[in-house]
């Protein structure tokens, strides 16, 4: 299986900061990752995928990068609605699919 | 709009079994892939199983095969999720999810909750 490692576990920051979230495979994925947001008690909210390409209506302030191993999610400028707690994910391939631990993201 | 809500989870004992219904409306069911993903209390998500638009093709987490079947009725615009033999550790939230391309997962239902317990 394909073991997706995400850091920080969690991370303290303010309105307005920068903030990047790694994600590691264990083996090379392309560029086959996804990045989710999830708020309590709500289903995750699909923002990225292939590795960099932003979903439809997700604002601008989030972007993707990286391919093989390593991947990197930022937000260029947090804001309120930003905490949350988000997941990278691999579809390289079905055999499984597999999510990060989660980094939780929260107010400093 | 696209819409999937989950139904059919519970309190059940060890060693019984249940059936999840996953309703969609606001899309063409048929010509999506489908899947099941689970987050246990206080815990990360983890994929289940994904079925594919005819339901041909069905793909699970090693862990699971054999004792959870993922199916579809695409004449009823559902998705299912028969799970046997449940044991404590399958307490989670199940999400349906509606797959983009090969393997991501862009409309989620609300979840439905499942515990086993005696």
């Known amino acids: 299986d394909i073991q997706m490692t995400q850091s920080p576990s969690t991370l303290s920051a303010s309105i307005g900061d920068r903030v990047t979230i790694t994600c590691r495979a264990s083996?090379?994925?392309?560029?086959?990752l996804a990045w989710y947001q999830q708020k309590p008690g709500k289903a995750p909210k699909f923002l990225i995928y292939?590795?960099?390409s932003l979903e439809s209506g997700v604002p601008s302030r989030f972007s993707g990068s990286g391919s093989g191993t390593e991947f990197t999610l930022t937000i260029s400028s947090l804001q309120p609605d930003d905490f949350a707690t988000y997941y990278c994910?691999?579809?390289?391939?079905?055999?499984?699919?597999?999510f990060g631990q989660g980094t939780r993201l929260e107010i400093k | 709009q696209v819409q999937l809500e989950e139904s059919g989870g519970g309190l059940v004992k060890p060693g019984e079994s249940l059936r999840l219904s996953c309703a969609a409306s606001?899309?063409?069911?048929?010509?999506?892939?489908m899947t099941w993903i689970r987050q246990a209390p206080g815990k990360g998500l983890e994929w289940v199983s994904s079925?594919?638009?005819?339901?041909?093709?069905?793909y699970y987490v090693d862990s699971l095969k054999g004792r959870f079947t993922n199916s579809r009725d695409n004449a009823k615009n559902s998705l299912y999720l028969q799970m046997n033999s449940l044991r404590a550790d399958d307490t989670a939230v199940y999400y349906c999810?509606?797959?983009?391309?090969?393997?991501?997962?862009?409309?989620w239902g609300q979840g439905t909750p499942v515990t086993v317990s005696s």
């Open positions: 079925i594919s638009t005819a339901g041909t093709t069905i």
């Open positions: 292939k590795a960099s």
């Open positions: 606001g899309f063409t069911f048929s010509e999506y892939y």
């Open positions: 083996q090379n994925i392309y560029s086959w």
């Open positions: 999810a509606r797959g983009r391309g090969m393997g991501t997962f862009d409309k």
């Open positions: 994910q691999q579809y390289n391939s079905y055999s499984p699919i597999t």
